[in-house]
Every structure is written in C-alpha cells, then in structure tokens.
C-alpha cells in the first residue's frame, strides 16, 4: 500500500516537473501566410524568461513594427515571423543548448531567411556558427562584443574566425560595438571626475570584452586602473569583492557584465563597503529592471550607457518610430526599453536585404552587408565588411526614480 | 660448491629455522617503525590540521602587518567569514542531524531552507513590512516571519521525510538517496515557479549593511549582528534539546541503534520525523537570516548553500552537531578570504581543496563522526 502511495506521489511530482519544464517552451508569434507567392521566415530568438525577458519583449515588439509596417513583406515576398526564447527558466537567462537548439531549428528549416538574435553575445557565440555552415543571415538588435565580428584588444584568440567555419561572413549587427562603448564608459567616467577604476567582469564573452575594452579606453584618458575581477553570478552576496575594490581606493566601479547574473545584488553590497564610489555599467545592465531593482541611494551613484539616445536627439524616422511604438502598444515613452529601436532596425535592415536578395539567402547576406542607409530610425549608417554598422552614438544614462534618465550623448572616439 | 652462500647450501630445515629468527627478530623493528608512523600520524592529524586552517590566515595576516601595519582587514574577513558562516551552520545543522539518525545525505535539505527565503520573502509582503515600518512593528512583524518559515520548512521536511524516505526505510541505500535528490529538483522547480528565474531583491528591512559600531578597525553591522543573534542561541537551544529531553535522548538513542531503541520502547519512525522537523526548524531560520542578510532571493541559491552547508557538516564531522557549526563558520571563513583576497572564481575550488586536506588528515572531520559507522 505503501508503495503504491509512494509511486502515485512519485508520479504527480514528475507530472509537475515536466509540467514546469513545458513552461519554458518556445514563444511561436504570429505571421503572414496568406496565399500568394514566396512566403519565406525570420526567426527570432532573444532570451523571454528572467530579468532579461521586459527587455527582449520590447525588442520582439519592435521587430514586428517594422515587420507590420513593411506590410509583412519584403519586396514581393510574404514574412512569416516566428519568435523563439533562447532562455530557460532553470537558469532564468540564455542558456547554451536552447541557443543550440533554436539556431538548429533555423538551420534545418528551409523556407528559414534570416533569423535576428541573439540578444546576448554569449549566445550568439553559439549560434552564429550553425547559420554560418546553414548559409543563413544573421542580425543581432544587440550583440556589442567585439570578437564576434573582429580581432583585437578585447577579443579572445581565434576570434572571430572561429565563429565561421565557412570563411564567409553571415553575421551582421545593427548596435555599435563595444570599442565604442568603452570609448563611451571611459569619456562618460572622465566627465563625471573618476580618477581611479576597478574593473569587474561576470567572465562571460560579452562581460570580458566589454570590461577589456572600457579598461583600455580609461587608460588611454589618464584614469588609473586600481584592479580587474570577475564576479560569480551565483554567489550569495558580493561583501568581500566589494571589501577588497575598497582596500585598493578606487572612485569608480565599472561592472561588464549582464544584469541576469545577479548584478542588482553587486550594486548594493559596492554601494554599501563603497558609499562614495560611482557606479559605472555598460547596456547590460542599463534596463529599466536593473533600475528598478536597486534601491534609491544606489540608483544616485548608478551611471551607464546603452547604444540609444533620447527620441528627441534621433532622427525624425526614429522620433516617428516612438510615436508609432507607443500608438502601437500603448507604452510610456520612458518605458520603452532602449533596444525596442535596434529591435525595429534589425528588422527594417534585413527586410531591405531580403527585398534585394529575394529567396536566395547568399544574395540576401550580401545585401545586408553591402547595407548603406542614409536614411533609418538610427540616423544613416553602413554595414562594413565585418558586419559591423558604422553608427558610434552612445547614450549616457542616469537611473533614477526606478528608470533610466537619459544624460547626454556621448560618441565613441576609438582612436 | 664449497663456500657458497649461507641459505644456498643450507638444508631446507636449517633455512626455514633463520627464515624464522630473522622474522622474529624483525618483528620489533617494525612495530617500532609503525609505532613511530603511528605517532607521526597521530601528531599531523593533531597538528598538521590546525596548520592547515591557519595557512591562509597566518600568510594574509603576516601580508596584511607587512602593507598596512594592522590585522583589521583580516579581522574584518573573519568578522564577514563568522556571519556568514552562521547562516550556513544552521543548514548544516539539518544535514548532520538526518545523517547521524538515518544515515541519509539528504539533498533536499538546501532546498527546504529556499523555501524558507521563499517563504520568508513573502510573508513580509503579506504582513506589510517595509522599509517605512517602524521599530516596534519590525521586530513583531520578523519575530512572526521568523515562527512562519521555520513552521514552514519544518512541516515541509516531515512532509518529505513521510512521502520519500519512510517507505524506503528498509530498500537498498542508494533508493532513498536517488529520492533526495528527486525532492530536491521539485523544491528548485516549485521555486521557480513561484518568483521565476530570476534574483529577487529583498527590501533591505534591517538595514543590514549599517554599520553598527567599530571594533579595533572591523566595522560590525545590523547583518553581522542578526545572523549571530539568532544563530547562536538556536544552536545552544538545538544542543541542550539533544542532550537534555526526552525526545532528544530517544533521538541520540535511534542514531546509535535504532533495533536496541524500538526494543526499549522509542517509536523509531515518530523520533525520526522529529529530527527533520527539528532540521526544518533551522533551515527555516536561516531562510529567514539569508533574506534578511543578503537582501536577495533566489530558486536556485538552495544548491549551492545546500552544498557548502553539507560540506560543512562533512568538514566538522557527519553527525556531530558541534562539527557542523564550527564547519560552517570555518567554510564562511574560507570563501570571505578567498572572495577577498584570491577571487571569487577560485573560492569553490579552495574551500573544497580545504576540505579533501582535511579528510586526508582527519577522515571523521574536525570533530569526529557521530554516527553508527563510526561507532
């Protein structure tokens, strides 16, 4: 009797697991798929579950703007849109096999296109070389790591030939890269009078090469470096990290890293062992959930940067695309998350490529990277050689009140 | 063959007969070579381990003297280390409590006290504590939070206990085992879906980081405090319990021979419970303590407390309640030096390293085993 009390309770706790487990599955959006001609798919996949989901959202809630505005066409070939989530909710943010297995869904399907992710640039790691072997256009709304597209400082060896193994570049981005945005962090932390810097990083691609290049860039600007760490993601409390970037009288904090390992928790034990240190974050952690999330004293000495600027310093398009947002999904202007523009211009980029390049995806990877806008809602820009886009504006954040305030524009001068 | 070796010519008797004397007389020899292994054993168990725990505080002590001329950062380490340690003691507690009764690594247990965090987290939001609540309010409102999580996550170990390890009391060891950690994976998930994947950040009700006063250079705070202030006498309550009640008699009594305890009369199964509802009790204490101390919340913080907290119980020697706090404080110890003067990516590797040192030297831990294996 026992034992079979024991295997019914057995029983419904693996029904619950696995039901736990369902919960993470794929988000699949709606498209068009009426009938008449070619109808070909975009892919989607950005992380939908932990701290990272409010911002994919607007991302997604971008893309399809621009997906809806273009009619859900691009030329004479019809757009089915399919969203993926490349987080599980075990590890509450991207996690490798899910990357793996959405890049593979892609691959693997033959009416795929182009697919726009990843938002993290861990996980585009993974899946740029599976669409690289698929022939398949990739655009990330987001990836700043250097060593995706480049070699140089703030590259790891074997970047970033390692992420093709065709030869052939499949991979572009509509965000400036993080030479920019250290260039950025370092002027943002001159103006605001730092003199010595302490430079962490959560070790993952993206938090290595951020970190790397904003410790460059301050060098070069005569702030002197007092150390560089990483910091574990899953540790309980950072109180001895923070004891020892104290020790060693640092005036500023620069913390590469994402916002999903755990960075609300870093911010308050630096603010508490350092109550005078300014707080300094690369577009990681500049989401209005990091704001959010840390109280009010921290918010005060919490300075970061994300590649979008006010609406009122964008270009008319990009202005018009706030209006359209808002009309759209009916968000506060300070509520929209800075990358629901890139997540619109990802889109608008790859739809023109697929407008040039119709079903052919090598032709649909060369107009995207051939990609010269003198008009978009990111003001003109091209796309180099290395799919990477020419734009070098970074907008200098304040949090306060839970949201991010917008500060300044600051250009990335990495020369 | 004249003038050969003294066993090549000798008849087989007359060798046999040297093989003898030489035998005997090597007898004394060795069991003086062995006596002095013995010795020398003996005196590294006894003094090669307390070397061991004072490496890193003697080398960054005699660093910290050389580069500023005072020991308050190294105190101050130890001082974060002890706080820490604390709340680590009280989840150790439960794993050495249930290990020494059923012999059982219940891998449960971190997750028990997630849920006590969990639980804690949430009552504060239904009692309505928050930063505005006045002195008077707090204390009532946390002494109640403190009652709830450890009724709580004592009634969910009995619970698991019934369900998962009572019908299996008698099935092979490794059963049980694989149960517990089944539990474990369904309290992470029952976790995850009530505040997801992600950190929570707990309203910093107490302050924690306020620095309250400061001794030769080591600031103490609200934190340090608390974690102390209710650790220490649950530890001293839990101790005296054991030792001086009925139940805690018939406990210790189920943990050496639970055959010899039913014979005179102790309900084996009912005591049993006890003991997860007595290691419930702790878990949910420093759930609480956690969420107040660390301001953070977390599904998945259940695994990596619940490993450095059996490591501890490991460390101060299964089963034995006293080990499994000075385990706990020696651990919290380890990682605020290494956090702070190593790098937090090597913590998990040096206090793990300090453990397999310590049972190299001292296989039954710092303080010895209590268990039945161990006699």
């Not at chain 1, 991979?171 to 430079?199: C, F, H, N, W």
């Not at chain 1, 490529?353 to 978009?376: C, H, M, N, P, Y």
């Not at chain 2, 107040?292 to 919340?297: E, G, I, N, S």
């Not at chain 2, 706090?325 to 590797?349: F, H, K, M, Y």
Request: aromatic share 8%.
């Amino acid at each position: 009797m026992l034992r079979v009390r024991f295997l019914a309770v057995a029983t419904s706790c693996c029904a619950l697991t696995f039901g736990v487990a369902a919960c993470g599955d794929d988000d699949e959006g709606g498209g068009s798929t009426t009938a008449g001609g070619k109808t070909l798919t975009i892919y989607s996949s950005l992380p939908l579950q932990g701290a990272s989901r409010p911002q994919s959202e607007d991302v997604i809630k971008g893309e399809r703007l621009a997906l809806k505005q273009a009619g859900n066409k691009a030329g004479d070939v019809r757009i089915k849109y399919v969203s993926l989530d490349d987080a599980t909710a075990a590890a509450g943010k991207w996690e490798a096999g899910q990357v793996s297995a959405n890049a593979r869904k892609a691959a693997q399907d033959k009416n795929a296109i182009a697919y726009l992710g990843e938002f993290n640039s861990g996980a585009s790691a993974i899946s740029i070389p599976i669409l690289n072997e698929a022939g398949i256009l990739q655009v990330s709304p987001s990836n700043t790591a250097l060593g995706l597209t480049k070699s140089g400082a703030g590259a790891e060896p074997g970047e970033p030939n390692k992420y093709y193994p065709t030869g052939k570049r499949t991979y572009g981005r509509v965000v400036p890269i993080d030479t920019i945005q250290g260039a950025a962090q370092a002027q943002y932390m001159k103006d605001e009078g730092v003199t010595s810097l302490y430079v962490l990083n959560d070790k993952e691609v993206y938090g290595l090469g951020v970190a790397k290049n904003t410790e460059d860039a301050a060098k070069k600007l005569g702030i002197k470096i007092a150390g560089t760490d990483g910091w574990d993601g899953k540790a309980p409390n950072y109180r001895a990290l923070a004891g020892k970037i104290k020790a060693s009288g640092a005036d500023a904090v620069f913390t590469g890293g994402i916002i999903d390992n755990n960075a609300p928790q870093l911010y308050k034990d630096l603010n508490a062992a350092l109550p005078d240190a300014k707080l300094f974050g690369p577009d990681g952690v500049a989401t209005v959930d990091m704001t959010k999330e840390i109280p009010p004293k921290v918010q005060a000495k919490t300075y970061l940067t994300a590649p979008t600027v006010a609406p009122d310093e964008l270009p008319p398009a990009g202005q018009k695309f706030y209006k359209d947002y808002q009309a759209a999904y009916g968000e506060a202007e300070d509520q929209i998350d800075p990358y629901a523009v890139y997540g619109y211009e990802a889109m608008s980029a790859t739809l023109a490529a697929i407008e040039k390049g119709g079903d052919d995806r090598e032709a649909v990877i060369q107009a995207f990277l051939d990609t010269d806008k003198e008009e978009s809602v990111l003001g003109p820009y091209s796309i180099d050689e290395d799919g990477d886009t020419t734009l070098t504006n970074y907008g200098a954040y304040f949090a306060k009140g839970g949201k991010l305030v917008f500060n300044k524009v600051i250009k990335g001068q990495t020369s | 063959m004249s003038g050969g070796g003294p066993t090549g010519s000798a008849p087989a008797s007359q060798q046999r007969a040297e093989k003898s004397r030489m035998e005997a007389a090597s007898v004394p020899a060795r069991a003086g070579r062995r006596g002095l292994t013995d010795s020398a054993r003996s005196f590294i168990s006894r003094y090669g381990l307390i070397g061991i725990l004072l490496i890193l505080p003697v080398a960054f002590g005699y660093s910290d003297l050389q580069r500023e001329g005072d020991l308050s950062r190294l105190a101050t380490n130890l001082k974060d280390g002890l706080s820490n340690g604390a709340i680590l003691a009280l989840v150790a507690l439960g794993y050495t409590l249930v290990y020494g009764i059923i012999e059982l690594i219940n891998f449960a247990h971190g997750d028990v006290f997630m849920i006590g965090t969990f639980v804690s987290f949430g009552f504060f939001g239904t009692i309505g504590l928050t930063l505005a609540t006045g002195p008077l309010g707090l204390v009532l409102g946390l002494l109640v939070t403190l009652i709830l999580a450890m009724v709580a996550c004592g009634t969910l170990n009995v619970m698991i206990e019934r369900v998962a390890y009572r019908p299996l009391r008698n099935a092979p060891r490794l059963a049980p085992l694989v149960a517990a950690v089944g539990f474990s994976f369904i309290l992470q998930n029952v976790g995850l879906l009530w505040l997801g994947g992600s950190h929570r950040s707990v309203p910093d009700l107490i302050n924690s980081q306020k620095q309250l006063f400061e001794v030769a250079g080591v600031p103490v705070s609200q934190g340090d405090i608390l974690a102390v202030a209710v650790t220490i006498p649950l530890v001293f309550v839990l101790a005296g319990f054991i030792v001086r009640s009925r139940i805690g008699k018939a406990m210790r009594a189920t943990a050496q021979d639970p055959d010899a305890a039913r014979l005179m009369g102790i309900n084996v199964d009912t005591t049993i419970s006890f003991t997860f509802l007595v290691g419930g009790l702790m878990a949910g204490a420093a759930g609480l303590i956690s969420a107040l101390y660390q301001t953070d919340v977390w599904f998945f913080a259940g695994f990596t407390a619940g490993l450095l907290a059996f490591t501890a119980a490991v460390m101060g020697g299964i089963g034995n309640l006293k080990g499994a706090v000075l385990g706990g404080l020696i651990i919290g110890c380890i990682q605020q030096i290494s956090d702070n003067r190593i790098g937090t990516e090597w913590t998990p590797a040096i206090v793990f390293a300090y453990l397999v040192l310590i049972l190299v030297f001292r296989p039954q831990g710092l303080l010895g085993e209590q268990t039945r294996e161990a006699g």
